[in-house]
């Protein structure tokens, strides 16, 4: 019994360490990113967390209990959407790889973008026969399509011009892949394999989309900063579940 107490002010610590945390973390993208449905959820937990160590003493032990089981459900979702994402299956005999579009600022790709290029990059230094489709339209921040950017990005990496395709009217992960399959039917009349690369997180929704569309493609997940792996997992999470109801 005495052990009681102390274990308590732990939990409550650690709870109040966490959502404290977790609340500047979120602070400080919402300075530097654009906000999306993540930053709210990652917000709501943050303050959530925060509440509940203040409360802490006052919850019933079957409450404590329920939220603990009510936990593993997102922990676990996450912990399958980053071992999925993080397992490649390519063999580097694709004849493409298609690179979706994220965020550019101006004519400059995003840190997330960058990390999807750079994954392509490494693709097409072992199959230099491979193309590269980069795919995503015009954006609010941006001065050029971003797959333009995107393709100067390439070419100052040594990626040849003529190795790049541009897709360059969508503006969903649907569309990079719908308009993408439409460019690489004509490019390559007798069939084609391909190979998705997206952000870890991403990769799994990624996927299910290109089948739906007609494409089964391998996949490679580019890496994303931890500091932002709460707001990316927890939008995905939504966006996977959206998936799943709307079939």
Known sequence: ??????????????????????????????????????????????????????????????????????????????????????????????DVVIVLGAGIHGETVSRPLARRLDAAIDYWNRNPDAYIVVTGGLGNRATITEAEAMARYLIRRGVPAERILLEELSTSTYENLVFAK?????????????????????????????????IDAGRIGAYTEWYTWPVNYLREMLAVVQLWVGG
């Not at 690489?184 to 569309?213: C, K, M, Q």
């Open 182 to 214: 439409e460019i690489l039917d004509e490019h390559f009349p007798d069939g084609w394999r391909a190979a998705v690369i997206t952000n870890d997180f991403h990769i799994y929704r990624s996927v299910r989309t290109a089948r739906a569309v007609g």
């Open 1 to 94: 019994m005495k052990n009681k107490p102390r274990k308590h002010i732990i939990i409550r610590t650690a709870l109040l360490l966490i959502g404290l945390l977790s609340l500047a973390n979120v602070t400080f993208l919402y300075l530097v990113a654009n906000p999306t449905m993540g930053f709210h959820l990652q917000l709501a937990i943050s303050i959530g967390l925060i509440v509940y160590a203040i409360c802490f003493n006052w919850i019933s032990k079957k409450i404590h209990i329920a939220i603990g089981l009510l936990a593993l459900i997102p922990i676990a979702f996450v912990l399958f959407l980053f071992i999925y994402g993080n397992v490649s299956n390519v063999d580097y005999n694709e």
